[in-house]
């Protein structure tokens, strides 16, 4: 059916396959909803922050 060479081909092919799938599962469940919160959080931080300065320069003035 398979020659050597086709099968380690064919083998190579679902290797990639499998990492790659793997991959994309890693990815949607833990690094792309880890980045979306970790920037939400930081913008968050940065609205907080903003607020604070102009409250503070308001009491100055």
Known sequence: MFQFDQYLGFLAFLTILTIGFWLMIFLISFVIPYWIFGASIERYKEIKAEK?????????H
């Open 52 to 60: 604070k300065a102009k409250r503070e320069e308001a009491a100055i």
